[in-house]
Nanobody, 115 residues
Framework: QVQLVESGGGLVQPGGSLRLSCAAS????????MGWYRQAPGKQRELVAT???????NYVDSVKDRFTISRDNAKNTVLLQMNSLKPEDTAVYYC?????????WGPGTQVTVSS
């Protein structure tokens, strides 16, 4: 069974930075498209950023120029560098993996942006 485990969440002040990490196991990691989603209280889960198995990236407009997604196929890891954080970035962040119509989710990590 594919396993995704997020880490790196926490409390940060507005304007601060966090780096989320997702460790994947029991999968051919390099074949998967990977992504980060988030869900704020009372809102639907939304796409934040994706990176294909070829390294192409995509971002939701609200995080462009602030967040960077990257992957390390040797370490089976996908990262989300988040800079210039805003209170509206507060959410549970989920790691997502997709290949050939199969999708997997991590349990999520809480990110809170508050002074």
């Amino acid at each position: 069974q594919v396993q995704l485990v997020e880490s790196g969440g926490g409390l940060v002040q507005p304007g601060g930075s966090l780096r989320l990490s997702c460790a994947a196991s029991r999968m051919f990691f390099s074949m998967y498209s990977m992504g980060w989603y988030r869900q704020a209280p009372g809102k639907q889960r939304e796409l934040v950023a994706t990176i294909t198995n070829g390294g192409s990236t995509n971002y939701v407009d609200s995080v462009k120029d602030r967040f960077t997604i990257s992957r390390d196929n040797a370490k089976n890891t996908v990262l989300l560098q988040m800079n210039s954080l805003k209170p509206e970035d507060t959410a549970v962040y989920y790691c997502h993996a997709e290949f050939s119509a199969k999708q997997y989710w991590g349990p999520g990590t809480q990110v809170t942006v508050s002074s």
